[in-house]
């Protein structure tokens, strides 16, 4: 019986490796020796048994160690080694575990396990209603997906439906899921593969808002703000551009604030939303990472009072236990009752349901948007001031707990200083802190919203310190 393409090398994928832009990296001599000094024996053959029951793929397979327990901010290792987790892939907004969450799931299972589709249950439509209570402007018109990925398409469905066309704008360097229209909007080379594709046709991307790193060419100011006098927001023009030169666009899609992260120049989405508006195309904000208080607002495009047709958001709607996202969308957007665009199995799933119901309750009311708003601030103010003192460090941005350093070996010419920010990790591990780096020099920084000033002042220095080390060397 023949192999197969796989069997002998990688069919028809062209030779050479994407750009890291996602994740750290899983093979590194430094990954390699750090794992020798604090991967026992245990932890190592769970390790190696994931490693041979799982597909490999990038930034996941192999793991970087095995886990054992979640608490409040903080993740425990398979050797009882407890990490501050400034990660959680932005799912633990009210922390691991809360208990007031564990409760409310363990009653719904007990009341309503399951709701077959064709019915309803009360934690759907409550959800639902809740949902439009705290989103912006009208948006009010709900579905739910287990995961962002799906919910992404099912906007894209539903902006072909409203428009008649099936183009879509978005931006290079951005993540919007795996499936496949979400790949194809997305802008990161590990999840467009040339051995994936090829992708959906029409799925057209700009440079993105970058300011440290204009792809435009534009330099910010000292303090890393955008001069838009001088580059008169080009990257919020160039959509206008390519949405009056392409045609046929259903959509503009976006992070209203990049993950990496990247905060848009004053009056971006302002103008990207007349863009839209001029060409009778819809905007569609991707809020799975940045909503529910991330950036110190309820949603991150309220920072810039913009409101988009459709929402999407997951992640930490779940509290970091169980998996769901949901679209919300504009009343007149409701267009498509004789087809089905997101008739999941767990559609309307009680259990679910009611953890994301839970969830923003518990963010409400323990004040946990204004937690990260406070003391957000107070960890930008100190970043700023470990920039002053460390030419390691090119630039400092976010918002509220959306928080990133960008290492640099030289500040003209902003060299990615990558084998630093990988150290610097690795440092941060054996410190008891567990972040990210993104695009391999960026140091990431994604708290719960239960975070402490006390907590923040351990991480930040944890990473002060390490960058003090190298800055001296």
Not at 40 to 64: I, N, W, Y
Not at 199 to 224: I, K, M, N
Not at 274 to 285: K, Y
Not at 380 to 409: N, Q
């Amino acid at each position: 019986m023949s192999e197969g393409p796989g069997k002998s090398g990688l069919g028809n994928m062209k030779q050479g490796k994407p750009h890291q832009s996602e994740g750290d990296v899983n093979f590194s001599p430094r990954r390699k020796a750090w794992a020798a000094d604090n991967i026992g024996d245990k932890q190592a053959a769970l390790l190696k048994r994931d490693e041979a029951a799982f597909m490999h793929q990038s930034v996941s397979t192999p793991c970087l160690n095995t886990i054992k327990a979640a608490e409040g901010a903080y993740i425990i290792d398979g050797a009882g080694k407890k990490y501050l987790d400034f990660h959680g892939n932005n799912v633990h907004h009210i922390g691991y575990g809360h208990p007031r969450l564990k409760e409310a799931i363990t009653r719904q299972m007990e009341e309503l396990p399951f709701a077959p589709r064709r019915f309803t249950c009360e934690p759907a439509v409550e959800l639902a209603e809740k949902l439009a209570a705290i989103s912006p402007g009208d948006l009010s018109k709900v579905l739910y997906a287990t995961g962002g990925s799906d919910a992404i398409e099912m906007a894209m469905k539903v902006a072909r439906a409203k428009t008649g066309r099936f183009k879509t704008v978005s931006f290079w360097d951005a993540f919007h899921g795996a499936g496949f229209g979400a790949s194809s909007i997305g802008g990161e080379q590990l999840f467009r593969g040339e051995a994936i594709g090829p992708l959906l046709p029409g799925t057209e991307h700009v440079a993105p808002f970058a300011c440290y790193r204009c792809p435009y060419g534009y330099e910010c100011d000292e303090h890393g703000q955008p001069n838009v006098d001088l580059c008169k927001t080009t990257c919020a023009n160039m959509i206008r551009y390519v949405l009056e030169k392409e045609g046929n666009v259903a959509a503009v899609i976006a992070e209203p604030a990049r993950a990496v992260p990247y905060t848009p120049p004053p009056g971006f989405w302002k103008m990207v939303r007349e863009a839209c508006n001029d060409a009778g195309a819809l905007l569609i904000f991707d809020e799975i990472p940045t909503g529910l208080g991330k950036t110190g607002r309820m949603f991150a495009c309220d920072h810039d009072d913009v409101v988009p047709d459709i929402l999407v958001m997951g992640k930490a709607l779940g509290g970091g236990i169980l998996p769901i996202s949901a679209m919300l969308c504009r009343p007149e957007l409701d267009i498509l009752g004789d087809y089905a665009i997101g008739h999941y199995t767990h559609e309307k799933n009680p259990v679910t349901t009611r953890a994301a119901l839970t969830t923003i309750e518990i963010i409400e009311e323990e004040g946990l948007v204004q937690n990260a708003e406070q003391v957000g601030t107070y960890a930008l103010a100190r970043m700023e001031e470990m920039k002053e003192k460390y030419p390691l460090i090119g630039d400092v941005r976010g918002r509220g707990f959306l928080l990133g350093l960008e290492l640099v070996t030289d500040r003209d010419a902003k060299t990615p200083a990558t084998d630093a920010a990988e150290e610097i990790l690795y440092r941060a591990f054996d410190a008891g802190l567990s972040f990210k780096t993104t695009m391999g020099n960026v140091l990431t920084l994604t708290p719960p919203l239960i975070t402490t000033r006390e907590q923040m002042d351990f991480a930040l220095d944890v990473i002060e310190g390490a960058i003090r080390d190298l800055n001296n060397k």
